[in-house]
């Protein structure tokens, strides 16, 4: 399991199929705020498969490396959820 | 007027004996997600699966949850810190100590500070804390709410009539998952001597979503 503070990526790809990482943090940098818990997989529910069950984690952004032209407080962040599966360790 | 001569002119057909336009009727032809979900409803009846008085309870118990029950959580919070530390800790098992029942889903509750503020979206769907504050508003479900939440918050919220120093942090939180967000919205320094009931009718829904902030009285 990840630790708080973890420096993590998400990977970039687009697997067909329901996903629940928005397109918008791939291949971004964010952090580890923490994690919430061992969910079953949407991927594979949202199909009605036997679906496998990961650890979920809210990832902290900041705007600026989410958007180039993010313009005021640089300090701004955002968080998701993210599955285990998306995320490598940098 | 009434319709009591024939040659009249036309122009108030169109209104009622009170002088207002007559609206249309309600009645519209069903789209294809309404059809499939009333025949898929109307089998799961027939299979057995669940009856349509249960149905009916179930969309009683959806009406019946407003944000007064979020706002109580709030006020509750800001008058006991023990209870606070247990919010945050763990939002829903706090909620359900008042009697609120969040089911299946998680609930994170985010705290606005001096310093920082928070806001709540969706980008995926309408992931909403529906248990603690009923039915999202429309605005909420939007392409435009949702997406430009995560890219410019802070256009958003002047938008919504939030003026935040620049200094003042923003963290957008994006519900992708299981969690659903709750605002802990900062309390008024003059509502010091107020008691938690007095409180609990200040905390507006947005000010849980994070859409508004909580004026001093």
Known sequence: MLSNGTTIKIKDTSPPGHIRTPKYIRGKTGVIERCVGVFENPEQLAYSLNANSYSLYRVRFKMTELWADYEKNSNDTLDAEVFEHWIEEI | MPHDHPNHDHDHDHLSPSGHPYRQDNDEPLTYWQLMEISVRELMIEKGKFSAPEINQQIDLMDSRSPADGAAVVARAWVDPDFKQRL???????????GFEIGPMHLVVVEN???????????????YPRNLLGLPPDWYKTKEYRSRAVKEPRAVLTEFGVSLPESTV???HDSTADMRYLVLPLRPESTAE???????????????IGTGVIQET
């Open chain 2, 170 to 172: 923003v963290r957008v």
């Open chain 2, 113 to 127: 500070t001096l310093n920082s503020h928070n806001l709540v979206v969706c980008t995926l769907c309408s992931c």
């Open chain 2, 194 to 208: 107020m008691s938690e009931v007095e409180l609990r009718k200040l905390v507006s829904r947005d000010s849980m």
């Open chain 2, 88 to 98: 945050l800790k763990n939002g829903a098992s706090a909620a359900e100590e008042m």
